[in-house]
């Protein structure tokens, strides 16, 4: 999964990438510039903003199959779900393992000490089940809504 963080930088470098010469976008009308929601998405003028990419790898504690290891991800995910309510929690994710990285949350966080501070309440990092590892990201500040979209197309 090496190849994550090279995807995140290029799609957060799309909006650097200058535009071909075209009188219509390819995608639908021009763009209309939403003052009101630009900044309930905390956007800068070229509507990006800043993260905090943070990986979860493997940790030095499994915890083994059983009642306990349950509790720990029903936590993790209750968690989740309250920092994502909190709208510090943007996207998160499992990922396939390899090299050990097992997910990922991308945090509305001003820093990492922030990020830190907000991982910090996560049962499986509490556990030893996972350690984080944290990275500055700048991308669109639409991800700032993807939350709010994805409550509205899940059927449960």
Known sequence: MRSLPIALFAIAALPHVPAHAQATPAF?????????????????????????LVLLKTGPKPVPKGAERDK????????MERLARDKKLVVAG????VDGLRGMFVFAAADIDEAKSLVATDPVIVNGEMVAEY???????ALMAVNDIHNRIIRK
């Open 28 to 52: 639908g009308p021009a763009p209309t510039y939403d003052a009101a929601l630009a900044k309930s998405l905390g956007a800068s003028d070229q509507g990006m903003r800043a993260y905090v």
């Open 72 to 79: 720990m991800f029903a936590g993790h995910f209750a968690n």
């Open 94 to 97: 499992p990922l396939d393992g």
């Open 135 to 141: 990275h500055k990201f700048f991308s669109t500040a």
